[in-house]
Every structure is written in structure tokens, then in C-alpha cells.
């Protein structure tokens, strides 16, 4: 069943005018929630696909003039059909909606929006008039009617948002066509700066971003991806080379206040910049004795060298953030000491145990027994974690455990082996980073499973392991591994690192006034605002979502600077437009595979060059070079600028 | 190299080629109006539109490397139309005063409109006037006349590595603004590149038609770099300066004193004759007189002083080869060693 009247949303065209309800013909291309914000329903879409109408009362070519306007307003100027066609469009359909169309409009705003739609440079231009030309097609009796009553039609309520696939499918929705135009444009201070309004991390996270940006790129239906994430470290890096600060424009609230930070990583660090933005002043209480995290002390240098991190974050301590070090809250300092000398607290403590594999013996602490992350941070900090041991075998599938045997070879251990359970398709790391690995030579022991741990005097020889077969679908949609019986087999190894997940270390709540937690064991906070139960306390990053990845950690910390300044400032708290906005487009997906471009493909994107190897599995110097400046404009002129406008009637 | 067919001709290119390259290397023209040699296409006009096979959305030729195979149309009723429609939407805001425009006679915009035979201004929108400031007093920024193909403030960034100019404001409303005011070196590049009469330069007050002036190609003479220019002559009078794209060491850009700076050579002021001292006062003589007294004066020195009394000083004015002959001067029939040139002090 469907309530919606009238749908062309992707070009197919549903009429439900005139039918009983039950008869209702049912939208197959999109879902468009009842509701946008508390209290506020959706009466209509109109946006790059075509638009939907749920009631009646909604006057199209109203709709159509608000929606034509808001093109016209996000128009850059950069190509003359979009620039001029589209305000001729929406003067003369503001014109018609004065009551003073004349018989001749309508023609030219079909002919308009016909060139409009073929002739822009970018997809604003391209899909701004698609929805005028579907109503003039299907509500042509609207529109003439609209002439010849010369009445003026009551302007209707409307909020649009702009957006493009791979911003939406950003988490902290950084304006990708923006930062990449600038580059194309050779505008490179220009494009960090487009980058650090929401990021202070742009080397960081132009390095070891899971980019899901990229998977929605709309170049990808054409030939490949952009590499966003490239461009995105050939900016930070151009800006280290000329050895600039960065430069930010603190933008100060009317009240400031007192905001402590728990956890110096990615998400800690981006609460404290935007909060220093706005003119709090920050302290963030950290446990070791650098900043970064998981970033700093989980992924190694030879992806993400500790310099860049480092500068990054002095950047933010520039801003006038204090960072304590080795101050361990829970530990060193009491949470509800801390709470009391502040104004807000954000807690961004990440997932910093490891998760067990439910063998006998786990936690017996035999030697050559290593969890991953603690092996990660021991050779972050330079060291070998068990010199003796030569043989390593890793367990899991995912980044964490392809960082440890990627490592591995670098502290000099020769025989490096990988058990997973499932095949190398169910993967959740980085296929890149599989990639790397394979050539550097880990040995990959798929479908395998471990169920017992050797040992001997104490020290591990080896994992007895059973093999492993695809079932049915679970609920993640992969297939369940289930065990072969009778298939034990024994792989020997002095190392053995369990690599399959982490949890997050709740003991600093331990003793304090009641912050509610979930059943996962991750602090339970709103999903719009990131505060906890009690109002004074915000939380994001890993602890709130579980292990996760460095850009939602920010897009987190972002979210909670922006509602502690609320609170400080006595402001409600509550979804913004634009958290509304974000909900719809899940729904109303912004990326489709399937969509018809019609442009011409076959520009592949430019790889980076890396260093052979044999030669990189020696070393932790970093892997991948990066782009010089003549390569980076090059591929960011692939981009296809793909900026929307999605509006809805309220 | 890459295999294409255009309008049925059959070409092959390197790979990296753009479609309009290929087209041009194969005799056809496609209308442009962004696009300049010296710029990376910047695909602002849309007047280069073409069909490929097989696809439903017209490319730009300018901006779209060829691939293997692709049949390419260059001109068709539906890409006649986008370009028809395009130019009448310039018109919304481009006056048509072309006989007092100093770009009347080789504007673009102007040759398009006539070939496309579109006959006035079609299409009306609302406009908001707004000021805009150029950086430079030396050249006249009109916003009317400006079409936005922003050849100026890419020439800016690219050609010159300035970045002074940019596009400010959104959709009908953008103008080319100083961004970086302190930036501009006046060079006028924005004006050599410009296509139509929204950039002309403030000096004078009448400048002679386009058709009318006779430009005479020379050499600059403020510096040692040699750029080609073309000094405009209207009536025996210079009246501007231009050059020509891809011409001389220069390939068309100048600097503020090459493409400004010519009005000393009618200055009131300017020596014409040489002038002799008498008696604390200059006299007119020829210049007979004038070498004359020099070469006794300097037989005199070197005989009296030795020719090490002398020294030469050539100007970074003169050619290289004018440089050439003054220290061959100085050591030959001087015979000293001591000879420098100003571009060293
Ligand atoms: C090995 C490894 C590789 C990874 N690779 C990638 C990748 O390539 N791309 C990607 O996007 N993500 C990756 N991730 C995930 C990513 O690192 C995390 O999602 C991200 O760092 C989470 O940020 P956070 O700020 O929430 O927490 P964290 O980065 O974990 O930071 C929390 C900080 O809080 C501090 N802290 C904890 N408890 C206390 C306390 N009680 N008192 C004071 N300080 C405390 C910690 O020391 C730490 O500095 C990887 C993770 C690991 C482990
Ligand atoms: S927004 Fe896109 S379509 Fe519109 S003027 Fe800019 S480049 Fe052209
Ligand atoms: S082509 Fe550019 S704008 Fe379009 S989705 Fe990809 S990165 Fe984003």
C-alpha cells in the first residue's frame, strides 16, 4: 500500500490521481517517509530524479517555481545554461505564480529546460529541470490553468538541502565536489580549506579513510571512483610542503564555557577543534602520552606516518586546546571531578580491548599470546612485542588483523600466516589492503576457524584449527561459516594474535552518578545531539558505535561540539534541518547504481605509485606515494559534480 | 593512439587527446567561446557540444579526452538548437552595444550571434545591479558585458599564477570580483583573453575601431625578454597595445609595462634631438655634432687617464644584440674591460 498520488521519481511515472486509495499503484523506485521532523509531514518531493505527491493540496507549479528557484540559488555561475537558463526558468514561472503567465510561457519553459537539462556542466544543472519538464508533461492542465485564471497562487512551504552521492555517503558529509573542483582548478589552499570547515584531519584521513564516499561515487557507473581520498591527502600534503600552518576562522558563540574532552582520538580531537572554533575552552584528558588514538597507536606508519597525525593535532592545540597526557579518567582523575570544573563533558574513549575468541586458555597469558591491538601499539611504540617468536598467525578478517601481519614482516618475523573463517569475498578489510598483503607475502588460511590453543611450558607452539564451509545467509546477509566435522588440523606458531574484534572499557564510569550504557556495552546517547542521559555529558566516536572508523568517530565529535555549544548557550537540543534532511535521504537514496548517465566513460583514475613489495615489507617508510600537483588536477577533472537539490513540501 | 570517427572522417590521435583537439587536427571546426589554447578547458560556454554515438547526453568537446571507437557528430539540429538557445541566454544580460563597445569588430560573442543569426534579445529575467570591483585602475571591468566565461580569471591563476580574480555570488548574479586584491600585478592577461568588450583598458579616452587601427607587430623594449606586441596606430597615434596569442617568447601575455606602458613615446617630454651643454645650458645639435664631441671627450680620457678611466653601462632597454655591441665597443675600440648592464644593479 501507498498513499503517494503521483510519483516520476527515476523516470518512471506513477498516476494514482482519480483511484481509490486501495487502488493505489505502489512506487516501486523510492520510499518517502511520512514524516520529516517531529510533528511535520511530507507533503511532496521534488528533486533530482523526478518529484512525488502525497496530497492533493500541493500546487505544482508553485512547488516548481520554489523549486527552480532554489536551483538558481545554488547555480555556481561556472556555465551559462544553468546560470541564466534556470533563473529565466524560475522568473517565469514566478511570473506565472503572480498571476501574470502569458499563453507563450510554457513553451519556452520547455524548450528552456530541455537545453538546461542536456547542455549544463554539472549534474545541478542537468537535474534541475528534470522535475519541471516531468509536471509540464503530466500536470500540463496545472500549469495552463495557472496562466489563464491570472490569479496568484499562495506560495506553498518548502526546505530544500543540497547534496551529492558521495557527500551524503560521507558521514560527516564533507563537500567532496567542492574540495575536488578547487583542485581541479588549481586552487589547492582553497580546497583545504573547504576540507578543514568540518576536519582538522586531512592528512590523516586522505591516508586511511575507509572512504565510503567512494563506493557511492557516481563516476563509478562511468569507469572508476574518483579518488577522493587521495585528493584529499595531495591537499594536506601540499599545504604541509610549503610548511604552512593551517588556517582556521574561529567564529566565537555569544556564551562560551568550559568543555573537558576524555580521549585524544579522532573523535576527541575534531569535538575539541570545532569547540576551540566556537571559542570554548577545551581540555582533553588523555591517556597516553601522544594524541590520535587508534590512528596513532593501531594503524601503523608505514599507512599512516606519525608525523602527519602529529601535525594535525598540533594544529588543534594551536587553537588553544589543552592536551593532558597520561591522564587516565577512572584512574589519574574522577569523572565527576572533571564534570564538576566543566560546562559540558564528551566522552570519546574508543574501543581499546580486545574482543575474545572463546577458547580455553585465553586469558592464561601465555607467551606469544598477543591480542592485536595491544601488538599494534607495542610496535607503534617501537618495539617487538615477543622477539622469540618468528612464526606469527593472525585471526580475523578485517583491517585490524591485516595491520598486524602487514607489521609483522616489518619487526622482522619471516612466516606470517592468516586464519578467517570465511572466504576472502566476506572480507570486511579494505580490498586494497588484502591486495598489499598478498603481494607482500602473507600466507591466507581461508574458511578456517581456530579451536585450540598449544602450547607448551607456557608458551604457545600452535592452534589446532578446523575447517570451515559457507551456509545459509545470517543476518548480515553473508553466509554463516559452519564447521567441517572431523577436519581439525594443527598450524604451528610461536605468535598467535587474536585479531577478531575490540570492546570498549567502560571502567571510568565505574563509581560515578548512573550514564546509561546499551546492551553492547557502548554508551546509549542520542542519535542527533550525542548526549548521554545525564544533560551535561555527550559522547561519540567507537564507545557509542562500537569499533568503527576514524570518519564517523569525527562526524561524531563534530555533532556533539555543535550541541555542547547549544547547551552552553541555552539552546534547545534537537535534530537540526539538516539531521532531518539526512534521515530522508537514507530513504530517498541519493546514490543509485543503476541510473542512466549517458556520458561518455572510459577515463580510468589515476593510480598512485607505491614502493615495490619486497622493499616496503621491510621498512615502516609509508607505502603509497602520493600525487603530484599536475596528477591531482588530473583526476579531479573526472569529477562530474554531481550536486543535487532535494526539497520537500511541508 | 586513438582511433575516432568525427562527422564520418576517420582520426587517430594520441591518447589523452581532447575531442575538439582531435577535430581541429582534422580540419573540422566546432564553435567555442571558453576556450583558449593556453587555458585548461574550463567548459563554462557549452557552445562545443557534440553527439557520441550510442550516448544520450551531448559531451563537451573541449573537456572530453577521446576513446577508442567513438563516431562523434558535430553538428546536428538538437546541437544547433543547445547552441542557439545558449547564446540568446547571454543576451539576457549582454546589452547589445556593439557601437560603443572598443571590442566591436573582433568580439566573439559578436561573430557567434551573427552566425547563428539571432536577431535580439529573446529571453528576459530579473536583475539585480550590483557594483563590482576590479583590481586594477588600469582596465574597465563591465559587469553587463561580462559573459562569465571566466578565460580572465582562469589566465589569472594559470598563465600568471596570481589567482587576483574570481567568480563571487551565485547563479544570474555572479560578477568577477577581486579576491585578492593585492595580488594583481595589472598585467592585463584578463584583457588579452577576454572575448568580448567586458575588459578594456582605461587609458585614453578614443581608441579607433578595431578595423580601423594598424597594428604593427614589434619588439618590447622595457626589458631584456623580448616579448612580441603589436602597437595599435590609429591616425599616425598609438592608441593600445596588443598581441597575438602563441606569438614570440611571450605567446601573448605581457607585463603592466609592456601592455600599458606605451604612452612615453608621444610624450611632450621625450628627447628627439640630441642637446648639447653650453655654458650651463643645453643646445640643440645634430647628431654629428653630438658623436663627434663624445669620441673626442673619450679620446681625451684615454689618453690623459688610461682607458680603465672609462667604464660603459648598458641598458636593459636595449636588444641583446645592441647589448653585444656595446661591450664589443667597450673592449674593442676602448679597450677596457669595464662594462656592466643595468639589470645587474
Ligand atoms: C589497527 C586498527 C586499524 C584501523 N584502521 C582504520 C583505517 O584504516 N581507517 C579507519 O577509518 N579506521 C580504522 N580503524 C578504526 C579507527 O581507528 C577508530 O574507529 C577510530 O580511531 C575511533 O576514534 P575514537 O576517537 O572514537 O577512539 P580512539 O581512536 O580509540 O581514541 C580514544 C582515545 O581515548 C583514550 N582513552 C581511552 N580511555 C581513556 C581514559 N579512561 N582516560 C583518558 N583517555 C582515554 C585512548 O588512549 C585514545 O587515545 C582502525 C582501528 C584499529 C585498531
Ligand atoms: S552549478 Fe553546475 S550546471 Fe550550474 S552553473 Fe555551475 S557548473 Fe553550470
Ligand atoms: S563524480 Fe565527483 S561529485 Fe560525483 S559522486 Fe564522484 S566525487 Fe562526488
Not at chain 1, 589552499?189 to 586511511?208: A, H, W, Y
Not at chain 2, 566546432?30 to 559531451?59: D, K, Q
Not at chain 2, 600568471?160 to 594583481?184: H, Y
Not at chain 2, 614589434?218 to 625578454?225: A, S
Given at each position: 500500500?501507498?498513499?503517494?498520488?503521483?510519483?516520476?521519481?527515476?523516470?518512471?511515472?506513477?498516476?494514482?490521481?482519480?483511484?481509490?486509495?486501495?487502488?493505489?499503484?505502489?512506487?516501486?523506485?523510492?520510499?518517502?517517509?511520512?514524516?520529516?521532523?517531529?510533528?511535520?509531514?511530507?507533503?511532496?518531493?521534488?528533486?533530482?530524479?523526478?518529484?512525488?505527491?502525497?496530497?492533493?493540496?500541493?500546487?505544482?507549479?508553485?512547488?516548481?517555481?520554489?523549486?527552480?528557484?532554489?536551483?538558481?540559488?545554488?547555480?555556481?555561475?561556472?556555465?551559462?545554461?544553468?546560470?541564466?537558463?534556470?533563473?529565466?526558468?524560475?522568473?517565469?514561472?514566478?511570473?506565472?505564480?503572480?498571476?501574470?503567465?502569458?499563453?507563450?510561457?510554457?513553451?519556452?519553459?520547455?524548450?528552456?529546460?530541455?537545453?538546461?537539462?542536456?547542455?549544463?556542466?554539472?549534474?545541478?544543472?542537468?537535474?534541475?529541470?528534470?522535475?519541471?519538464?516531468?509536471?509540464?508533461?503530466?500536470?500540463?492542465?496545472?500549469?495552463?490553468?495557472?496562466?489563464?485564471?491570472?490569479?496568484?497562487?499562495?506560495?506553498?512551504?518548502?526546505?530544500?538541502?543540497?547534496?551529492?552521492?558521495?557527500?551524503?555517503?560521507?558521514?560527516?558529509?564533507?563537500?567532496?565536489?567542492?574540495?575536488?573542483?578547487?583542485?581541479?582548478?588549481?586552487?589547492?589552499?582553497?580546497?583545504?580549506?573547504?576540507?578543514?570547515?568540518?576536519?582538522?584531519?586531512?592528512?590523516?584521513?586522505?591516508?586511511?579513510?575507509?572512504?565510503?564516499?567512494?563506493?557511492?561515487?557516481?563516476?563509478?557507473?562511468?569507469?572508476?571512483?574518483?579518488?577522493?581520498?587521495?585528493?584529499?591527502?595531495?591537499?594536506?600534503?601540499?599545504?604541509?610542503?610549503?610548511?604552512?600552518?593551517?588556517?582556521?576562522?574561529?567564529?566565537?558563540?555569544?556564551?562560551?564555557?568550559?568543555?573537558?574532552?576524555?580521549?585524544?582520538?579522532?573523535?576527541?580531537?575534531?569535538?575539541?577543534?570545532?569547540?576551540?572554533?566556537?571559542?570554548?575552552?577545551?581540555?582533553?584528558?588523555?591517556?597516553?602520552?601522544?594524541?590520535?588514538?587508534?590512528?596513532?597507536?593501531?594503524?601503523?606508519?608505514?599507512?599512516?606516518?606519525?608525523?602527519?597525525?602529529?601535525?594535525?593535532?598540533?594544529?588543534?592545540?594551536?587553537?588553544?586546546?589543552?592536551?593532558?597526557?597520561?591522564?587516565?579518567?577512572?584512574?589519574?582523575?574522577?569523572?565527576?571531578?572533571?564534570?564538576?570544573?566543566?560546562?559540558?563533558?564528551?566522552?570519546?574513549?574508543?574501543?581499546?580491548?580486545?574482543?575474545?575468541?572463546?577458547?580455553?586458555?585465553?586469558?592464561?597469558?601465555?607467551?606469544?599470546?598477543?591480542?592485536?591491538?595491544?601488538?599494534?601499539?607495542?610496535?607503534?611504540?617501537?618495539?617487538?612485542?615477543?622477539?622469540?617468536?618468528?612464526?606469527?598467525?593472525?585471526?580475523?578478517?578485517?583491517?585490524?588483523?591485516?595491520?598486524?601481519?602487514?607489521?609483522?614482516?616489518?619487526?622482522?618475523?619471516?612466516?606470517?600466516?592468516?586464519?578467517?573463517?570465511?572466504?576472502?569475498?566476506?572480507?570486511?578489510?579494505?580490498?586494497?589492503?588484502?591486495?598489499?598483503?598478498?603481494?607482500?607475502?602473507?600466507?591466507?588460511?581461508?574458511?578456517?576457524?581456530?579451536?585450540?590453543?598449544?602450547?607448551?611450558?607456557?608458551?604457545?607452539?600452535?592452534?589446532?584449527?578446523?575447517?570451515?564451509?559457507?551456509?545459509?545467509?545470517?543476518?548480515?546477509?553473508?553466509?554463516?561459516?559452519?564447521?567441517?566435522?572431523?577436519?581439525?588440523?594443527?598450524?604451528?606458531?610461536?605468535?598467535?594474535?587474536?585479531?577478531?574484534?575490540?570492546?570498549?572499557?567502560?571502567?571510568?564510569?565505574?563509581?560515578?552518578?548512573?550514564?546509561?550504557?546499551?546492551?553492547?556495552?557502548?554508551?546509549?546517547?542520542?542519535?542527533?545531539?550525542?548526549?548521554?542521559?545525564?544533560?551535561?555529558?555527550?559522547?561519540?566516536?567507537?564507545?557509542?558505535?562500537?569499533?568503527?572508523?576514524?570518519?564517523?568517530?569525527?562526524?561524531?565529535?563534530?555533532?556533539?561540539?555543535?550541541?555542547?555549544?547549544?547547551?552552553?548557550?541555552?539552546?534547545?537540543?534537537?535534530?537540526?534541518?539538516?539531521?532531518?534532511?539526512?534521515?530522508?535521504?537514507?530513504?530517498?537514496?541519493?546514490?543509485?547504481?543503476?541510473?542512466?548517465?549517458?556520458?561518455?566513460?572510459?577515463?580510468?583514475?589515476?593510480?598512485?605509485?607505491?614502493?615495490?613489495?619486497?622493499?616496503?615489507?621491510?621498512?615502516?617508510?609509508?607505502?603509497?606515494?602520493?600525487?603530484?600537483?599536475?596528477?591531482?588536477?588530473?583526476?579531479?577533472?573526472?569529477?562530474?559534480?554531481?550536486?543535487?537539490?532535494?526539497?520537500?513540501?511541508? | 593512439?586513438?582511433?575516432?570517427?568525427?562527422?564520418?572522417?576517420?582520426?587517430?590521435?594520441?591518447?589523452?587527446?581532447?575531442?575538439?583537439?582531435?577535430?581541429?587536427?582534422?580540419?573540422?571546426?566546432?564553435?567555442?567561446?571558453?576556450?583558449?589554447?593556453?587555458?585548461?578547458?574550463?567548459?563554462?560556454?557549452?557552445?562545443?557540444?557534440?553527439?557520441?554515438?550510442?550516448?544520450?547526453?551531448?559531451?563537451?568537446?573541449?573537456?572530453?579526452?577521446?576513446?577508442?571507437?567513438?563516431?562523434?557528430?558535430?553538428?546536428?539540429?538538437?546541437?544547433?538548437?543547445?547552441?542557439?538557445?545558449?547564446?540568446?541566454?547571454?543576451?539576457?544580460?549582454?546589452?547589445?552595444?556593439?557601437?560603443?563597445?572598443?571590442?566591436?569588430?573582433?568580439?566573439?560573442?559578436?561573430?557567434?550571434?551573427?552566425?547563428?543569426?539571432?536577431?535580439?534579445?529573446?529571453?528576459?529575467?530579473?536583475?539585480?545591479?550590483?557594483?563590482?570591483?576590479?583590481?586594477?585602475?588600469?582596465?574597465?571591468?563591465?559587469?553587463?558585458?561580462?559573459?562569465?566565461?571566466?578565460?580572465?580569471?582562469?589566465?589569472?591563476?594559470?598563465?600568471?599564477?596570481?589567482?587576483?580574480?574570481?567568480?563571487?555570488?551565485?547563479?544570474?548574479?555572479?560578477?568577477?570580483?577581486?579576491?585578492?586584491?593585492?595580488?594583481?600585478?595589472?598585467?592585463?592577461?584578463?584583457?588579452?583573453?577576454?572575448?568580448?568588450?567586458?575588459?578594456?583598458?582605461?587609458?585614453?579616452?578614443?581608441?579607433?575601431?578595431?578595423?580601423?587601427?594598424?597594428?604593427?607587430?614589434?619588439?618590447?623594449?622595457?626589458?631584456?625578454?623580448?616579448?612580441?606586441?603589436?602597437?595599435?596606430?590609429?591616425?599616425?597615434?598609438?592608441?593600445?597595445?596588443?598581441?597575438?596569442?602563441?606569438?614570440?617568447?611571450?605567446?601573448?601575455?605581457?607585463?603592466?609595462?609592456?601592455?600599458?606602458?606605451?604612452?612615453?613615446?608621444?610624450?611632450?617630454?621625450?628627447?628627439?634631438?640630441?642637446?648639447?651643454?653650453?655654458?650651463?645650458?643645453?643646445?640643440?645639435?645634430s647628431w654629428d655634432e653630438a658623436l663627434s664631441l663624445v669620441a673626442e671627450k673619450f679620446k681625451g680620457i684615454k689618453a690623459s687617464h688610461g682607458a680603465d678611466a672609462i667604464a660603459g653601462i648598458a641598458s636593459a632597454r636595449c636588444t641583446n644584440e645592441e647589448n653585444y655591441l656595446m661591450q664589443k665597443f667597450m673592449r674593442a675600440v676602448i679597450g677596457t674591460n669595464n662594462i656592466d648592464h643595468c639589470a645587474r644593479l
Open positions: 500500500m501507498t498513499d503517494i498520488l503521483f510519483s516520476s521519481w527515476g523516470g518512471v511515472v506513477v498516476d494514482n490521481r482519480g483511484k481509490e486509495s486501495e487502488n493505489y499503484e505502489k512506487i516501486e523506485k523510492v520510499s518517502l517517509p511520512e514524516q520529516f521532523a517531529q510533528d511535520e509531514n511530507i507533503n511532496a518531493l521534488i528533486g533530482w530524479y523526478g518529484f512525488l505527491l502525497r496530497v492533493q493540496d500541493v500546487n505544482i507549479v508553485d512547488m516548481c517555481r520554489a523549486y527552480l528557484t532554489a536551483i538558481q540559488n545554488e547555480s555556481c555561475g561556472k556555465c551559462f545554461t544553468c546560470r541564466i537558463g534556470t533563473k529565466v526558468l524560475a522568473d517565469t514561472l514566478t511570473r506565472i505564480c503572480r498571476g501574470k503567465g502569458q499563453d507563450e510561457d510554457l513553451e519556452v519553459l520547455s524548450r528552456l529546460a530541455e537545453v538546461i537539462r542536456e547542455g549544463s556542466k554539472c549534474n545541478i544543472g542537468q537535474s534541475g529541470p528534470i522535475s519541471l519538464l516531468d509536471a509540464l508533461k503530466y500536470f500540463a492542465k496545472d500549469f495552463e490553468k495557472a496562466i489563464q485564471d491570472k490569479n496568484p497562487i499562495p506560495e506553498g512551504n518548502y526546505t530544500y538541502k543540497l547534496t551529492a552521492p558521495c557527500m551524503d555517503a560521507c558521514p560527516i558529509h564533507l563537500d567532496i565536489p567542492g574540495y575536488v573542483e578547487c583542485i581541479k582548478e588549481g586552487k589547492f589552499q582553497e580546497s583545504l580549506s573547504v576540507i578543514t570547515n568540518k576536519l582538522p584531519l586531512p592528512g590523516t584521513l586522505g591516508r586511511v579513510c575507509v572512504r565510503p564516499c567512494e563506493e557511492h561515487c557516481r563516476r563509478t557507473i562511468l569507469d572508476e571512483p574518483i579518488s577522493i581520498k587521495h585528493l584529499k591527502r595531495f591537499v594536506a600534503d601540499n599545504n604541509l610542503e610549503k610548511n604552512k600552518g593551517m588556517s582556521f576562522k574561529p567564529t566565537p558563540s555569544e556564551k562560551t564555557g568550559k568543555v573537558a574532552i576524555i580521549g585524544a582520538g579522532p573523535g576527541g580531537l575534531t569535538c575539541a577543534y570545532h569547540l576551540a572554533l566556537m571559542g570554548h575552552e577545551v581540555t582533553v584528558y588523555e591517556r597516553h602520552g601522544e594524541p590520535g588514538g587508534m590512528a596513532a597507536m593501531g594503524i601503523p606508519d608505514y599507512r599512516l606516518p606519525r608525523d602527519i597525525l602529529g601535525f594535525e593535532a598540533d594544529q588543534v592545540q594551536k587553537m588553544g586546546v589543552t592536551i593532558r597526557y597520561n591522564a587516565t579518567v577512572g584512574k589519574d582523575v574522577k569523572l565527576s571531578d572533571i564534570d564538576k570544573e566543566s560546562d559540558a563533558v564528551f566522552i570519546a574513549i574508543g574501543a581499546q580491548t580486545n574482543t575474545e575468541m572463546g577458547l580455553k586458555g585465553e586469558d592464561k597469558g601465555y607467551k606469544g599470546f598477543i591480542p592485536g591491538v595491544q601488538y599494534l601499539q607495542e610496535v607503534n611504540m617501537g618495539t617487538d612485542p615477543y622477539p622469540e617468536g618468528k612464526k606469527v598467525l593472525v585471526v580475523g578478517g578485517g583491517n585490524v588483523a591485516i595491520d598486524c601481519v602487514r607489521c609483522s614482516f616489518r619487526i622482522g618475523k619471516d612466516d606470517v600466516n592468516l586464519v578467517y573463517r570465511r572466504t576472502k569475498n566476506e572480507m570486511p578489510a579494505d580490498h586494497v589492503e588484502i591486495r598489499d598483503a598478498e603481494e607482500e607475502g602473507v600466507k591466507f588460511h581461508y574458511l578456517t576457524n581456530p579451536t585450540r590453543i598449544l602450547t607448551k611450558k607456557g608458551k604457545v607452539i600452535g592452534v589446532e584449527c578446523i575447517r570451515m564451509e559457507l551456509g545459509e545467509p545470517d543476518e548480515s546477509g553473508r553466509r554463516r561459516p559452519v564447521p567441517v566435522e572431523g577436519s581439525e588440523f594443527v598450524i604451528e606458531c610461536d605468535i598467535l594474535v587474536p585479531a577478531i574484534g575490540q570492546a570498549i572499557d567502560l571502567k571510568l564510569l565505574e563509581g560515578e552518578e548512573k550514564v546509561e550504557t546499551t546492551r553492547r556495552n557502548t554508551l546509549a546517547v542520542n542519535e542527533f545531539t550525542m548526549q548521554t542521559n545525564n544533560p551535561k555529558i555527550f559522547s561519540a566516536g567507537d564507545c557509542v558505535t562500537g569499533p568503527s572508523t576514524l570518519i564517523r568517530a569525527c562526524a561524531g565529535g563534530r555533532k556533539a561540539a555543535i550541541n555542547i555549544d547549544r547547551l552552553i548557550n541555552g539552546k534547545e537540543l534537537k535534530a537540526t534541518y539538516e539531521d532531518c534532511f539526512d534521515k530522508l535521504f537514507e530513504k530517498v537514496k541519493v546514490f543509485d547504481s543503476r541510473e542512466n548517465i549517458g556520458f561518455l566513460g572510459g577515463r580510468k583514475r589515476l593510480h598512485l605509485e607505491m614502493l615495490p613489495p619486497d622493499e616496503r615489507k621491510q621498512t615502516f617508510d609509508e607505502v603509497e606515494k602520493g600525487y603530484s600537483q599536475l596528477e591531482a588536477m588530473s583526476e579531479a577533472d573526472r569529477c562530474l559534480r554531481c550536486y543535487r537539490v532535494g526539497m520537500i513540501a511541508v | 593512439m586513438v582511433n575516432l570517427t568525427i562527422d564520418g572522417k576517420e582520426v587517430a590521435v594520441k591518447e589523452g587527446t581532447t575531442i575538439l583537439k582531435a577535430a581541429r587536427f582534422a580540419g573540422i571546426e566546432i564553435p567555442t567561446l571558453c576556450y583558449h589554447e593556453r587555458l585548461n578547458p574550463i567548459g563554462s560556454c557549452r557552445m562545443c557540444v557534440v553527439e557520441i554515438e550510442g550516448l544520450s547526453h551531448p559531451m563537451t568537446a573541449c573537456n572530453t579526452p577521446v576513446t577508442e571507437g567513438i563516431i562523434v557528430t558535430t553538428d546536428s539540429p538538437r546541437l544547433q538548437k543547445m547552441r542557439m538557445e545558449t547564446l540568446k541566454l547571454l543576451l539576457v544580460k549582454h546589452p547589445l552595444d556593439c557601437p560603443v563597445c572598443d571590442k566591436g569588430g573582433e568580439c566573439t560573442l559578436q561573430n557567434l550571434v551573427h552566425e547563428f543569426e539571432i536577431e535580439g534579445t529573446v529571453y528576459l529575467a530579473e536583475r539585480e545591479d550590483r557594483e563590482s570591483l576590479y583590481p586594477t585602475p588600469l582596465i574597465h571591468y563591465w559587469p553587463d558585458r561580462c559573459i562569465m566565461c571566466l578565460r580572465c580569471a582562469t589566465a589569472c591563476r594559470e598563465i600568471k599564477g596570481l589567482g587576483a580574480i574570481d567568480i563571487d555570488g551565485s547563479g544570474f548574479n555572479t560578477s568577477i570580483t577581486a579576491v585578492n586584491r593585492d595580488k594583481c600585478e595589472s598585467c592585463g592577461e584578463c584583457i588579452q583573453v577576454c572575448p568580448t568588450g567586458a575588459l578594456t583598458e582605461n587609458l585614453g579616452e578614443y581608441k579607433g575601431r578595431p578595423w580601423m587601427v594598424n597594428r604593427v607587430m614589434t619588439t618590447c623594449t622595457y626589458c631584456g625578454c623580448g616579448c612580441q606586441l603589436e602597437i595599435n596606430v590609429f591616425n599616425n597615434r598609438i592608441v593600445g597595445v596588443t598581441t597575438k596569442d602563441g606569438i614570440g617568447v611571450n605567446k601573448g601575455s605581457l607585463c603592466v609595462k609592456g601592455r600599458f606602458g606605451y604612452e612615453f613615446i608621444e610624450s611632450e617630454e621625450r628627447l628627439s634631438k640630441p642637446l648639447i651643454k653650453k655654458d650651463g645650458k643645453f643646445h640643440e645639435a
